[in-house]
């Protein structure tokens, strides 16, 4: 009887192992879009299964323009479908960099100068607004140099704990209710500590006093304005800061460091920064047209506005650099609240631009290695 007893258990644990193993290797199967036929796909191949092999990592897009040559690679790790190029990925502050580029079209048109007082645009008086008579301009906006507040209202940690708790449905009318006017009123409680234009702060209230005022000076609601600046300038449709509901249906779901899935709450107020939703297809033509040196708006939103003493510098929100070899760079990177994380890198010189969209929130250095990695090759190639 014992005997017999034994046998059933080491069967037991034997058929345990069998069904483990299975899981195991269907969670890490990798599927993907890339033909492997150029030393291009290879190099990406590599790339993405070494960035796959991280637990909470599940879809993976890696876009490459070189030579004015698209190429989209999508991955999935485990079960379900793999992305199309419609998927939709959240940006995070990579978003800003429409918003650069909107001001800049704005110069363009004349509309504004990137010298102007912000309070020429703005509702009402605000004497608060300066420091020792040094005026917040429009360009300290769009580089982080306003010394304005990071944050619109000042928010106790027991306040910012209740709102986390909040029912998906209570913390998007947490969002919507505060308004471009919200935004106005509390600005006049602003105080400047230095002078604008003198000392680099990462401002995501900034961005949205700057959308605020792009809204008055185009007297058309900002995902209207955008929406149309892309569609009519560079052929892009479906990057937007607001999706519908059909639309949210092609969002992915977004995971924290820990592979945990996160419900999506859309921030379509102005409490805290930008935010933006694209696609592999329309990010692809988003870094073409960033290189191509046709639109004078983009143009224009790479030129130099501040120099960090890192030597990192300002264009109108893009961030501008050199890599370790000397090699210079345009880039933007983005981390949201709902588990996405991004990257454009763009090399004018080499006329080659690197595109990473990933629903992880693992870090913008392990984003940062993937790209690292992948330049490394292909200026090579």
């Not at 034997?14 to 969670?27: G, H, P, R, V």
């Not at 800003?96 to 509309?111: D, S």
């Not at 009402?124 to 619109?152: F, W």
Request: net charge positive; charged share 20%; aromatic share 10%.
């Amino acid at each position: 009887m014992k005997s017999h007893y034994f046998k059933i258990l080491t069967v037991f644990v034997i058929l345990s192992q069998y069904c483990s193993a299975q899981q195991t290797e269907a969670k890490s199967v990798i599927k993907s879009n890339n033909p492997l036929k150029t030393s291009l796909d290879s190099l990406v191949q590599r790339a993405a299964e070494r960035y796959l092999n991280f637990p909470a990592t599940v879809d993976l897009s890696i876009g490459i323009v070189k030579n004015g040559i698209q190429h989209q690679y999508s991955f999935h790790r485990g079960e379900g479908n793999l992305i199309q190029s419609n998927t939709y990925f959240g940006l995070g502050s990579v978003a800003k960099t429409f918003v650069g580029i909107m001001l800049a079209q704005a110069v363009v048109e004349k509309k504004v100068k990137l010298s102007d007082d912000i309070r020429k645009y703005l509702p009402g008086k605000y004497p608060n607004l300066q420091y020792q008579g040094h005026p917040v301009r429009l360009v300290d906006l769009a580089n982080h140099t306003s010394a304005l507040p990071a944050m619109s209202r000042d928010y106790s940690d027991k306040y910012l704990d209740s709102i986390s708790k909040l029912e998906p449905k209570a913390f998007r009318q947490f969002y919507s209710v505060y308004t471009a006017d919200s935004l106005f009123k509390d600005m006049h409680h602003f105080t400047l500590d230095t002078i604008p234009g003198t000392k680099y702060r990462y401002n995501g209230n900034a961005m949205m006093v700057l959308i605020a005022i792009l809204q008055r000076v185009y007297h058309m609601p900002y995902d209207q304005l955008i929406a149309l600046f892309l569609k009519t300038q560079i052929g892009i449709e479906h990057t937007k800061t607001r999706l519908t509901a059909d639309e949210e249906k092609r969002l992915l779901i977004g995971h924290d460091e820990n592979g945990k899935a996160l419900t999506f709450i859309p921030d379509n107020g102005f409490r805290a920064a930008p935010s933006m939703f694209s696609t592999p297809a329309d990010m692809l033509k988003y870094a073409a047209a960033n290189l191509n040196n046709k639109n004078p708006a983009i143009n224009l939103s790479h030129k130099v506005t501040f120099t960090k003493p890192d030597g990192m510098s300002m264009g109108l929100s893009w961030m501008l650099g050199k890599e370790d070899n000397g090699l210079p760079f345009i880039m933007h990177t983005g981390r949201d609240g709902f588990g996405f994380s991004s990257l454009c890198y763009l090399y004018p010189d080499q006329q080659t631009a690197v595109i990473i969209l990933v629903n992880d929130s693992t870090g913008q250095e392990r984003v940062a290695d993937l790209k690292d990695e992948l330049v490394s090759h292909i200026l090579r190639l």
